[in-house]
């Protein structure tokens, strides 16, 4: 078992930033692919980012190229969504999940582990 935590989620205006952790616990960090993503009232759960187990590949939604950072620190256990520039239209609950896949780093349903969620508001 996995265990994730979120947190760092709030209300900000747009145009300011957040930074999301992932505090994970349970199994050893750095053998799980870990990802982002977030889910609107009324929508489906949608991919942001997602990282590979070393760090050095990274994957991106269009939504969040060039606005968002997707990082893990594997000693420290943690996966980070640093988040600029943002805009009323992210505003969702923010998941973590982690997985043992190596591909499909896209796709939810690939995911083996998810945490609680973090909310994210972001005001016009």
């Known amino acids: 078992q996995v265990q994730l935590v979120e947190s760092g989620g709030g209300l900000v205006q747009a145009g300011g930033s957040l930074r999301l952790s992932c505090a994970a616990s349970?199994?050893?960090?750095?053998?799980?692919?870990m990802g982002w993503f977030r889910q609107a009232p009324g929508k489906e759960r949608e991919f942001v980012a997602a990282?590979?187990?070393?760090?050095?590949?990274?994957y991106y939604a269009d939504s969040a190229k060039g606005r968002f950072t997707i990082s893990r620190d594997n000693a420290k256990n943690t996966l980070y969504l640093q988040m600029n520039s943002l805009k009323p239209e992210d505003t969702a609950v923010y998941y973590c999940?982690?997985?043992?896949?190596?591909?499909?780093?896209?796709?939810?349903?690939?995911?083996?582990?998810w945490g609680q969620g973090t909310q994210v508001t972001v005001s016009s």
């Open positions: 999940g982690a997985t043992l896949k190596v591909i499909r780093l896209r796709i939810a349903t690939e995911y083996d582990y």
């Open positions: 349970g199994r050893t960090f750095s053998n799980y692919g």
């Open positions: 990282i590979s187990r070393s760090g050095s590949i990274t």
